[in-house]
């Protein structure tokens, strides 16, 4: 993997990270669904870091 393809997961995961965050501040997605989301994008995250 690239040192592009590791940014480029890095920022989608940040991304993803930061919205799920700002959907449970917002009141709009409880704790159980942002772990939720926050477990599959570091999984996300894994998978393309080990290609």
């Known amino acids: 993997m690239s040192d592009h393809d590791v940014h480029d997961a890095v920022e989608a995961f940040l991304d993803e990270a930061d919205d799920a965050y700002g959907e449970y501040e917002q009141g709009y997605a409880d704790a159980d669904a942002t772990l939720r ?10 998978t393309a870091s080990a290609e």
């Not at 989301?37 to 894994?46: F, P, Q, S, Y």
Request: hydrophobic share 40%.
């Open 37 to 46: 989301r926050l477990e599959t994008a570091i999984e996300e995250l894994r």
